[in-house]
């Protein structure tokens, strides 16, 4: 059993790889359902015409959801206008969400220059989900409450001591060897690593989401998901009481089972709704290039319709930018497509914006009219 007090700060925190059996007959069974439907939704984004078209929408999602873990909440319409308009956005929530977009961006990119996941990145990540100079806590006293503000569990304390913790997390992610040369399956793996951050909880403010994103970063990292296009955070939403209640039970009776079992879970989960996510919106594309064919032939391109499907919301710029046309060409296309009521039109500022109605209805998961 472990020593842990929720009231003192668990500075006794054990290190990377756990010192008990974590690669159990159940927890390897479900490693081979997981591994099957992440590879199934990895080769499926690899085999489509344009992969990349879908990333800025699955990122954004993917930020959505894991700032309303946080209990930072903002609508599909309100994102998406603010990341595709030109006009400031004021709302908060939004801004938070857009910051988190941009640092899954900037890890990824961070990957391409160096293949490891360090302390110096974590940090990079919060500062940018936070716009601020944010780094390791140095003032004690953090702790994390419940909703009736009871303490359920104080972090270890004290920079030095999180550094260290950081520095054994670091080693265990980017050595394939970490237990007595026994290479462990990375998705147990990530599962560990996933735990391990967010006991350390390293900053201030930002864990989860930072948390969150090293997730997507290792399953890039480790070759499972080659574009991490998956909606992580919409199952921990959907099952978040379960999510705190399994990490704690590792912290408090070295439950790892169940523990990897629903972070397993939560990868076989998503990859199956990311692969049906997939297939509504290739058919969506289908239908919009049928439909512009019969009724706008002249206007028909692959690379129109492709950029009518990057996000929820085109303006005549986006149509510029890829060279579809100038600029009263592309204004014409898009009045056209509205005209034949393949989009519709909404101001934001002095900007007009226009609607991808059948794709943002399979981002809500509503039926489209």
């Known amino acids: 059993m472990s020593t842990f007090d929720v009231k003192k700060p668990y500075n006794a925190l054990p290190l990377l790889p756990p010192n008990v059996d974590i690669e159990t007959k159940i927890v390897l069974r479900k490693t081979i359902t997981a591994g099957r439907a992440l590879a199934q939704l990895n080769g499926t984004l690899l085999n489509l015409p344009n992969p990349t078209i879908f990333l800025d929408t699955i990122y954004l999602q993917e930020a959505k959801a894991s700032s309303e873990v946080e209990n930072i909440i903002?609508?599909?319409?309100?994102?998406?206008?603010?990341?595709?308009?030109?006009?400031?956005?004021?709302?908060?929530?939004?801004?938070?969400?857009?910051s988190y977009k941009e640092a899954l961006w900037?890890?990824?990119?961070?990957?391409?220059?160096?293949?490891?996941?360090?302390?110096?990145?974590?940090?990079?990540?919060?500062?940018?989900?936070?716009?601020?100079?944010?780094?390791?806590?140095?003032?004690?006293?953090?702790?994390?409450?419940?909703?009736?503000?009871?303490?359920?569990?104080?972090?270890?304390?004290?920079?030095?001591?999180?550094?260290?913790?950081?520095?054994?997390?670091?080693?265990?992610?980017?050595?394939?060897?970490?237990?007595?040369?026994?290479?462990?399956?990375?998705?147990?793996?990530?599962?560990?690593?996933?735990?391990?951050?967010?006991?350390?909880?390293?900053?201030?403010?930002?864990?989860?989401?930072?948390?969150?994103?090293?997730?997507?970063?290792?399953?890039?990292?480790?070759?499972?998901?080659?574009?991490?296009?998956?909606?992580?955070?919409e199952y921990i939403i959907q099952h978040?009481?379960?999510?705190?209640?399994?990490?704690?039970?590792?912290?408090?009776?070295?439950?790892?089972?169940?523990?990897?079992?629903?972070?397993?879970?939560?990868?076989e989960q998503t990859s199956l709704k990311g692969l049906e996510r997939l297939e509504k919106i290739t058919m969506a594309m289908e239908e919009m290039t049928d439909e512009i064919k019969l009724k706008l032939p002249k206007l028909y391109s692959k690379d129109l319709v492709e950029i009518l499907f990057r996000l929820p919301y085109t303006k005549r710029q986006n149509l510029i930018d890829e060279n579809i046309g100038n600029a009263k060409t592309a204004g014409n296309y898009l009045i056209a497509l509205e005209k034949a009521d393949i989009l519709q039109s909404v101001k934001v500022g002095k900007e007009k914006l226009y609607l991808n109605k059948k794709l943002i209805t399979i981002l809500e998961d509503k039926k489209v009219q």
């Open 240 to 267: 978040k009481t379960e999510y705190y209640t399994k990490l704690r039970g590792v912290t408090e009776n070295e439950n790892w089972q169940d523990y990897i079992l629903y972070m397993l879970d939560m990868i």
């Open 74 to 98: 903002t609508t599909n319409d309100q994102l998406y206008k603010s990341f595709v308009s030109d006009k400031k956005n004021e709302d908060l929530a939004t801004k938070e969400v857009l």
């Open 106 to 233: 900037l890890g990824l990119e961070e990957l391409k220059k160096k293949p490891f996941i360090t302390t110096n990145l974590c940090i990079k990540i919060v500062q940018c989900i936070k716009q601020n100079n944010a780094s390791i806590r140095k003032i004690p006293g953090t702790a994390l409450t419940n909703n009736q503000n009871d303490t359920i569990y104080t972090p270890p304390t004290g920079e030095e001591v999180i550094r260290e913790k950081l520095a054994n997390l670091e080693k265990f992610i980017n050595n394939n060897n970490n237990n007595n040369n026994i290479e462990i399956d990375p998705l147990i793996k990530m599962a560990l690593m996933h735990y391990q951050f967010e006991a350390i909880h390293p900053f201030a403010d930002g864990n989860g989401r930072t948390g969150r994103i090293l997730i997507l970063l290792y399953l890039n990292l480790s070759g499972l998901l080659k574009m991490p296009a998956i909606y992580l955070s």
